[in-house]
């Protein structure tokens, strides 16, 4: 790192900085400014932030290290999400914005009712707010440690190559934690959105210039030297079928791993950015949103720019990687080492401060998101209820960096990024098919989810400790079968020997949110005069065009950063023009069609 690339970390750092003291004021009226700006985001800001949140300095080294285990199609550990991400687009979007509420975990209390709902908003708001959040503030704040280690060996802190029994680079980190936990507890949502909106831009800006100065290297010799020194296995974009022969380098996902991401793992597991139904930082920043129609734009942006935008820049630094250093024992470390050694001066601080910038807009949101569970759902419902707004504000910036101290600890227990996402995928398989049926089926209630959350949590923890469980002994992806399958009997069982919710709840419910479909049927008929949802199947069909657009977006970038440019520009043509309808009609609807349900 010459001086210039220090230059542009400290301006970065310092824009950064003062973006979000610009905001303190407002942040400070009340916890709606706090935690959902106003109610009054525009849709490019709202989806611009959601992606920035999933872009952070775990990302690019987790895709690097699917692409040395498995190829190109290793990335459907996430692409699968798409799928759920346009249900929320057509399906969600709206109600979620209807409902009203400040935090997804908030909205328990509205759908269900009584003790048992009580105890499901209680245990949601520590399981996510606190436990799950952690996690997820771990391992990013362990891949920018694995970016601190490989940029700077020999680092010191204060002289010290290790304080406390942590070494240099993952104090450093720390410290650069503790400045992303000032700025979220001074600015507030709308703050942290405005900095992701400049972070993502300078974050993807960072990447394709990495990628382009990597393929220019002359031991890589461009796509036709990655093509020439690698397996064609490796450039795939679906799986493999069939078993890979033993010992040969196909870099190949098997049929069986993607038939788990794409027939389980899309509507049965909870993941941050991409819940079935919605929710988590993704509900934020729709219950931020200033109408419906910004609500659902806003999540159809941040599905393009999610899947279509990101990926391949990663992925070709990922491919070079293998090239320039094959057999890493940790291969996301690859994806930094390409980073060293492939940019002059002064691109490579602009990286840096990119990979500087995706962990802050990452940490900034799951700081300020987990705190509303325990500031909302937690501590304002059950501990201190009647306090003033300015006090509810002050305990939200205490816990947001008691927060950032605890995912810190959380970070120096972790060994992979990508085996931390299996571990929570895998401790939430089952409990997506509740979030989605909630909306649109009234038998649904709090046991049915309150035992969609914990029966999976409970079956991982037998898995780890190594008891032999019928269905449960595969590893990640192809226990998701089994939990999945185990978790969706239990709930169904509890869901018809457990009281339905009573009905003034389901009635307020259902006059409130308005959803549609035939699953309200007898709640309807005691409220004739409420004007829902219809149109479901054109809603389906919808999200069939624009998840097929998404794909077809992202393969046809592939194939012309591949080489493959007729393919590409032609499938990519088509994802355009097919994304162009679908917004051009969700303009022009505002809302659905609302018919009486009487």
């Not at 985001?41 to 699917?66: C, H, I, K, N, R």
């Not at 022969?245 to 389980?264: D, P, Q, R």
């Not at 910038?357 to 419902?381: E, H, K, P």
């Not at 979030?435 to 209630?445: A, D, F, M, S």
């Amino acid at each position: 790192m010459s001086p210039l690339d220090w230059v542009i970390v400290v301006l970065v750092l310092g824009l950064t900085l003062g973006l979000a003291a610009r905001f303190a004021r407002r942040a400070s009226r009340s916890t709606d400014e706090f935690f959902a700006s106003g109610r009054s985001m525009p849709w490019w800001l709202a989806g611009t932030s959601m992606v920035a949140t999933t872009f952070a300095a775990d990302t690019p080294l987790a895709v690097a290290e699917l692409v040395a285990q498995s190829g190109v199609a290793g990335n459907w550990l996430w692409w699968y999400a798409a799928l759920g991400g346009m249900l929320t687009v057509f399906f969600f979007a709206r109600l979620w914005q209807r409902s009203g509420v400040l935090t997804d975990v908030e909205f328990v209390e509205l759908r269900y009712a009584g003790p048992p709902a009580a105890w499901l908003r209680g245990v949601k708001a520590v399981y996510f707010g606190l436990f799950a959040n952690a996690i997820v503030i771990g391992w990013v704040v362990l891949a920018m440690s694995t970016v601190f280690r490989v940029l700077f060996p020999g680092m010191t802190v204060f002289g010290q190559s290790e304080i406390a029994g942590l070494d240099a680079p993952t104090v450093a980190v720390g410290g650069l934690m503790l400045l992303v936990g000032v700025y979220s507890l001074l600015s507030g949502l709308w703050g942290i959105a405005v900095t992701d909106a400049f972070q993502f831009t300078l974050a993807m800006v960072g990447s394709i210039a990495l990628a382009w100065y990597a393929l220019d290297l002359p031991e890589v010799g461009g796509v036709a030297g990655l093509r020439a020194a690698l397996p064609a296995d490796a450039f795939r974009f679906t799986p493999r079928l069939g078993n890979p022969v033993e010992g040969a380098a196909t870099l190949a996902l098997s049929g069986v791993a993607f038939a788990a991401y794409m027939g389980v793992q899309w509507w049965a597991s909870w993941y941050p950015g991409a819940e079935p139904g919605g929710g988590g930082y993704v509900a934020q920043r729709m219950l931020a949103a200033r109408s419906e129609t910004d609500s659902v734009l806003a999540v159809l942006w941040f599905a393009i720019a999610h899947y279509c935008l990101r990926p391949w820049p990663w992925i070709l630094v990922g491919l070079v990687a293998l090239v320039l250093y094959p057999g890493l024992e940790n291969p996301g470390e690859g994806y930094v080492m390409v980073m060293r050694d492939a940019l002059p001066s002064g691109l490579l601080g602009l990286l840096f401060a990119a990979f500087l910038a995706a962990f802050m807009s990452t940490i900034s949101t799951q700081l300020n998101w987990g705190t509303s569970y325990l500031v909302n759902d937690l501590y304002r419902r059950f501990m201190a209820r009647g306090k003033s707004e300015r006090h509810y504000v002050a305990v939200s910036r205490v816990l947001t960096f008691l927060l950032a101290i605890g995912g810190f600890g959380i970070a120096t227990q972790l060994d992979s990024v990508s085996g931390a996402w299996g571990l929570l995928l895998s401790a939430s398989a089952g409990i997506g098919l509740v979030l989605i049926l909630r909306w649109y089926w009234w038998r649904v209630n709090a046991w049915s989810e309150l035992t969609a959350t914990v029966v999976p949590l409970l079956l991982v923890a037998l898995q780890l400790v190594g008891l032999d469980v019928p269905f449960l002994t595969d590893p990640f992806p192809t226990n998701l079968f089994g939990i999945a399958a185990i978790t969706t009997v239990a709930w169904l069982i509890v869901t018809f020997f457990t009281r339905p919710t009573p009905e003034p709840t389901l009635d307020a419910f259902y006059q409130r949110v308005r959803p549609g479909g035939p699953g309200w049927r007898p709640v309807a008929a005691r409220n004739p005069g409420v004007e829902v949802d219809t149109g479901l199947g054109q809603l389906a069909l919808q999200w069939l065009l624009g998840s097929a657009a998404v794909y077809a977006a992202l393969f046809g970038v592939g194939w012309i950063v591949l080489g493959e440019t007729l393919q590409g520009v032609v499938t990519l043509g088509a994802a355009i023009a097919a994304i162009a309808f679908l917004v051009r009609s969700l303009r022009a609807a505002g809302t659905p069609a609302l018919v009486s349900a009487g």
